[in-house]
């Protein structure tokens, strides 16, 4: 077990509705990252959220954004979805060290699929 | 903008066998991790193995070691002893040490072990 878990474990919407996927991590995990995992793919990164600010981004659009809160939950939220937005959707978090470093190691939860019908 | 690549879509071996799976990869940046995830069909991304880039020893947990070329830009996982909880996809991933802590992933090589 990582100590991560995602909400829903499955999702059906359709084209142009909009959803909000969830993650809780273990405490102390102050950084949190979104991937989409289409089938037969390996994840693609959308982005990394650290101490509730956006700290990176992928090659997704802006109907693709996120937040994070102080109890280490966090959200990922698209609008006006599209059929190719049907994929498995990852939260992975890392903790930080005492010292205030992100240690290297990012743990996944088991994921959101989601189907855009 | 760093790429991993898996050659090997599917592979398959005898439970107790040992099978090697490939990954390759590119980057212009010196400092770095690389990574092994296991995800089985329960879909939840599982770490098997890390590999710090300024390390020259390979690393080994248990039954699973890598043998890391750095020059070569290779990263390949051998897993001895297979065993059937092995069933899974493998993905080679990269994650650069400074700056935006992203994990670039591979395709996948997807490991069927046969009793």
């Known amino acids: 077990e990582t100590g991560v878990t995602q909400s829903p474990t499955h999702l059906i919407k359709t084209r142009g509705q909009q959803v909000t996927l969830r993650c809780s991590s273990q405490?102390?995990?102050?950084?949190v990252s979104w991937y989409q995992q289409a089938l037969g793919q390996g994840p693609q990164f959308i982005f990394q959220y650290y101490r509730e600010e956006e700290n990176g981004r992928g090659n997704f659009p802006p109907r693709f954004s996120g937040l994070q809160f102080p109890n280490y939950s966090s959200e990922l939220n698209v609008n006006a979805l599209e059929l190719d937005d049907s994929a498995l959707y990852l939260c992975?978090?890392?903790?930080?060290?005492?010292?205030?470093?992100?240690?290297?190691?990012?743990?996944f939860g088991p994921g959101t699929r989601l189907t855009v019908l | 903008a760093q790429t991993v690549t898996q050659s090997q879509p599917e592979m398959s071996v005898q439970e107790a066998e040992t099978v090697t799976l490939s990954c390759t990869y590119d980057?212009?940046?010196?400092?770095?991790?690389l990574f092994w995830y296991k995800q089985p069909p329960s879909r939840q991304m599982i770490l098997v193995i890390r590999?710090?880039?300024?390390?020259?020893q390979n690393a080994t947990e248990n039954r699973f070691s890598v043998n890391f070329q750095k020059a070569a830009k290779s990263f390949s996982l051998k897993i001895s002893d297979s065993q059937l909880g092995d069933t899974a996809m493998y993905f080679c991933?990269?994650?650069?040490?400074?700056?935006?802590?992203?994990?670039?992933f591979g395709t996948g090589t997807r490991l069927t072990i046969i009793p």
């Open positions: 980057t212009s940046e010196s400092n770095y991790y």
């Open positions: 405490s102390g995990h102050n950084t």
């Open positions: 590999q710090e880039a300024y390390k020259q």
């Open positions: 991933a990269f994650m650069k040490l400074f700056g935006n802590e992203k994990l670039t």
């Open positions: 992975a978090s890392k903790p930080t060290t005492s010292g205030g470093y992100s240690t290297d190691t990012q743990y």
